[in-house]
């Protein structure tokens, strides 16, 4: 099984690099944007309440990385989506894998293109002048973090596609993201988001997540954020691949 | 000149029949600027709070942002539509028909100022139940008419891109435009608080301008500098990128 | 005046690609003009060009006494155009569409809805013109595109491989309605794959393979140029076939028999032939079981010019032969 994930895991890479179409919104949207809210609102720091910082720029990078890492999660639903449209899927199911590595190796890809957005953003985030105040170990930290929430959400993309069965439906989904990234503390810091942002916040699992990712850049590793980032990254992970395996049951038994 | 407006008037009845007879296609236009403004609201809400801020609150300050977001995006949509017209074919037969390529432009744009004032009522109405400050009569009239301008502005930089890439995969050029031609200007902030790399092109980006004339009315009173400034730079905008787009269309199958 | 005149018409795409590598031709007015090959021959990159859809990289092109690079506008008000796909909004009503193409081609506003209605009835969509086209037949879907490409009269009108991928009865609704159109004094470019369509409507026939024209004239000149009919025979008895191969030999030279046929024979007379030899043959004591009179074909022209069969040659409808599978006594 691991084996035929892997090879699928290998073409999902492949053709994904093929279509810069569909890799370039997972970068060049979240960076404008860290852009733009670096630059806009890089005063915000002064607030009351607002954590100690280097610079507004290491407190974003959580934010961009997070969303990156939740358009990579639709991405890789629309591209499972158009392979059941287009009956590369059909194809797989009738060989003689074992059908849960064709979800598998979809998933697998996304911890990859996960790696990738995190390591991209540090890059540019260093580039521009951020620190990561934890050092290598932090790096290592945001980058574990990063990629658990990553293959999450990919898992969570394919469980969609494979219930929703079209394109054009998992891309619906673009506005939910940053639905959830606007009441989460991705952004600001949770007790200074408004009313009822706050309160939400408090309950989003991808609060936790980028507090964990947030937390070695902007200061040393505190164990409990981290831990916490941790244990909703992997909770997003083990939920996502559940439900996937579970979706991909009930597509077979529809067959 | 007659027929050149009755084309016109054919192809906007075209353009307008999608959002008419495909009940969900006006959605993702609205409901982008929408999560936008609520959500911006939300999470950025205290950075009002900030010495400078000429804005009751955030929100109050963002709507213009997105209004103009919105018809932006209704814009961009345009040029998705036209890819699409070429990639099935029926591009084709709108070139084969007598009428001037400005007039088959025109017809193509047009409905996207039209369009515009969709997600632009709705974003507006949303913003005065959240207790937005209503802008007075002239206010609002300023700033749906520059979203209108706004809208007609990415039309034709998205025909531009379409005509070029002529498939519908290049919806990302032409949504990303939209993007920093909107929010690299004074969209979250008065400009003395920008980041001074973010001041120098909101001073330099036209659109500036057009966000300061659509927010006037909510921050402040309507004055005549704010607005002919407003006007002259989306006329600019109109101006380059619809002579860019004639071209264009004049240079496609050649 | 020619309705369409062309003189070392060229257009080669970036990269070197010389998709039509410099024709001649001359369509005369109300003339239906054929022009048949393979996929990839130039046929579509040929009508685009006529269309003022691509500009033509040499040579030129006179299209209802207008120059296609110099003058496309004054071009576009005489042409209808019915491309391959019948490009269409399947979100309006055949009726709108209609309304709109004639806006489009400047009629008067007060003659727009008439115009539309007698179109829509002309091509037999009545029933159908208040309802969206996304929910036509394909057949349906073509006979609208037409009708869109008729909607202002034009004198020249261009149909590329208009029946391809239809159903036989709409195909053969579409050759009506052609011939209809050249009776009416239409100049007709049709563009095709299939031997039979080309056969059946062309007055002449252009035959273009790899971006230049391999052969020119009508049907019946283009088919006389590559042999006479002949016809092919089963006996009921093989035991003697020398001796029947000479009686056949007064009525035309023998020839390879097809698969499962013990005899073939040219015969310049065609079907005015078979009596005498099935007369002859009988006189002879030989009885024939089967006898079919084979037309030389338009691919058997193209083989001729370029060595290598038509793809229509295999998916066309069946040619015009006169089969005759009972024995004849």
Known sequence: ?255 | MNQSFRVVVALSRRALNEILRVPGAAIPGILAPTIFLIGLSGAFGKAAQLPGFHASDFTTFIVPVSILQGAGFTGAATGVNLARDIEQGWFDRLLVCPAPRVTLLAGIVSSAALRSLLPASFVFIVALIMGVHWPGVDGLVIAFVLAMGLATVMAFWSTIIALRFRTQQAAPLMQVANFIAVLFTTSYAPKDLLASWLRTIASINPVTHVLDGARQGFVGAVTWHTTWQAVVSILGLQLVLGALAVRSLRRFGV | MPAIEVQGLERVFKGGLRAVAGIDLEVAAGEVYGFLGPNGAGKTTTVRMLVTLLRPTGGRALVAGYDVATEPHKVRKRIGVALQEAALDMLMTGRELMELQATLHGIPPRDVRDRAAALIERVGLSQAAERRVGTYSGGMRRRLDLAMALIHAPDVLFLDEPTTGLDPVSRITLWDEVRRLRDEGTTVFLTTQYLEEADQLADRVGIINAGKIVAEGTPAQLKAEVGRPHLDLTLTDDADLDRAREVLAQFGDGRPPAEGCHLSVAVAGGATEIAPVVRALDDAGFMVASLELVQPTLDDVFVEKTGRHLEGAEQAPPAAADPVAEPVA
């Not at chain 1, 951020?130 to 959400?153: D, E, K, N, R």
């Open chain 1, 1 to 255: 099984m691991l084996r035929a994930a892997v090879a699928l895991a290998r073409r999902s890479l492949r053709t994904t690099l093929r279509r810069p179409q569909f890799l370039a919104p997972l970068l060049v949207f979240p960076s404008l944007f860290l852009a733009i809210n670096t630059g806009g609102l890089h005063r915000s720091t002064d607030l009351p309440g607002f954590p100690h910082v280097h610079g507004f720029l290491d407190f974003q990078l959580a934010a961009a990385m997070c969303q990156s890492l939740m358009l990579g999660g639709v991405g890789a639903g629309i591209a499972t989506a158009l392979e059941i449209e287009g009956g590369f899927f059909d194809r797989l199911v009738a060989s003689p894998i074992p059908r849960v590595s064709i979800p598998l190796g979809r998933i697998m890809a996304g911890a990859v293109i996960a790696a990738v957005q995190v390591v991209y953003f540090l890059a540019l985030g260093l580039i521009f002048g951020a620190h990561i105040a934890a050092g290598v170990p932090g790096v290592l930290m945001v980058l574990l973090i990063g990629i658990a929430t990553g293959t999450g959400f990919a898992a969570l993309g394919v469980m969609l596609a494979l219930r929703a069965r079209s394109a054009s439906t998992v891309q619906g989904i673009f506005p939910l993201v940053f639905v959830v990234l606007f009441v989460s503390s991705a952004f600001f810091p949770r007790k200074l988001l408004s009313h009822p942002a706050d309160w939400v916040a408090a309950y989003n699992p991808l609060s936790y997540v980028a507090d964990g990712i947030r937390d070695p850049i902007i200061s040393s590793i505190t164990a409990t954020t981290v831990l916490e980032g941790l244990a909703a990254a992997l909770g997003i992970a083990a939920a996502g691949i559940g439900l996937s395996v579970v979706a991909l049951r009930g597509r077979l038994r529809e067959a």
